[in-house]
């Protein structure tokens, strides 16, 4: 009995090291699972996240963009030069807004884009009173604003970028009064939104301009709101009143040509000359308006909107104390002039 225990014991063990020796790994065995594992260990890095040194994604700022209306050509063209300069710098996002000419609407575009905490404003206010208080806010709050084209009361805000305008007033009423209508002469003017800071500034510029030729006249005014379609309205009007007109002054190019259309619907736009601001290079814009003889002059008024972006890069990347206003420069578009400056600003 002893005998055949031991020897049952004996089988047992032996079997046991046997068994033990199916389930171990050679070798080769343990290099094909360690490169299967390799293989197969998914990959956790998000797109655009280095493996190496994830802190080195680029920071993103956010600019909020309000636009007193886009009724304007002008103005259109100010948001179109503000998106090609910011495609320049991957590291803006430029949120648009349009107030539509509505104060209110304006107010409420800021105080949203304050609530988004955005890092940088650009407004043009629609009137300067009625926005002084929202731009005053987002100042107060810490958000940098650049001011384009139009002011506010006070100085609230970190940068303003525009042409002079009353030197393009000036300019304006100068050249009516000793080139235009040498001998003197009676003009209807044709103004924008009331309360705006360029057509305030614009007005008065061309009123001392005229003065140098005492025998031009303002014989009637009204306000078409920056609008073409307004102007035809106002120039209608002002054509049933006024059987002796020489010339119209409109402070924007669209509204001259509203003012030449009314004309042209009367029968009386070869009696008649007519003058605006604004000069864009586009087909319905202010220098072919001159070059086919609907305008007798425009002024050059740049947007501002490049420079715009490109303060806004100098403030919020590299860190640099903006001056705190940019003269925009001013050119006279005159028939003689006009062909040069098409190609100059890149107009067909």
């Not at 650009?122 to 987002?138: D, F, G, Q, R, Y």
């Not at 650049?146 to 007033?169: C, M, P, S």
Request: net charge negative.
């Amino acid at each position: 009995m002893k005998k055949w225990i031991t020897w049952l014991l004996a089988l047992t063990m032996t079997l046991t090291m046997v068994a033990c020796g199916t389930t171990s790994d050679t070798p080769s065995d343990t290099a094909n699972n360690q490169e299967q594992e390799e293989t197969t260990t998914p990959d956790t890095t998000t797109e655009g996240e280095s493996t190496e040194d994830s802190g080195t994604t680029e920071e993103k700022y956010i600019i909020g963009m309000s636009q007193c209306n886009l009724g304007e050509p002008w103005r259109v063209a100010m948001n179109n030069q503000i998106a090609a300069a910011a495609e320049e710098y991957p590291m803006f996002e430029v949120i648009y807004s349009d107030a539509a000419q509505d104060n209110s609407k304006q107010i409420a575009d800021i105080q949203n884009f304050i609530q988004m905490g955005v890092d940088l404003i650009i407004a043009s206010p629609n009137e300067a009173k009625p926005l002084t208080n929202v731009i005053k806010e987002a100042y107060d709050a810490g958000i940098p604003v650049i001011l384009l084209d139009r002011k506010i009361e006070g100085d609230t805000y970190t940068q303003f970028i525009g042409a002079d305008n009353v030197q393009i007033g000036y300019e304006c009423g100068k050249y009516v009064a000793e080139t235009l209508l040498p001998d003197g002469g009676k003009v209807c003017e044709i103004k924008g939104l009331e309360g705006t800071s360029g057509g305030v500034d614009r007005d008065n510029g061309f009123r001392e301009g005229i003065k140098v030729n005492p025998k031009v006249e303002i014989i009637d005014a009204n306000n078409a709101d920056w609008l073409r379609e307004k102007a035809i309205t106002v120039a209608e009007e002002m054509l049933q009143r006024h059987d002796d007109i020489d010339l119209f002054f409109a402070l924007n190019d669209p509204m001259a040509e509203g003012a030449f259309i009314a004309a042209q619907n009367a029968g009386r736009e070869e009696d008649i000359l007519f003058v605006g601001v604004d000069g864009l290079p586009t087909p319905d814009g202010g220098i072919k308006s001159v070059i086919d003889g609907r305008l007798s002059m425009s002024m050059v008024y740049p947007t501002g909107g490049r420079e715009a972006i490109e303060s806004a890069y100098q403030l919020l990347v590299e860190g640099k104390e903006l001056e705190k206003t940019i003269t925009l420069e001013s050119e006279v578009i005159t028939p003689e002039t006009a062909p040069d400056l098409l190609v100059k600003y890149g107009g067909e």
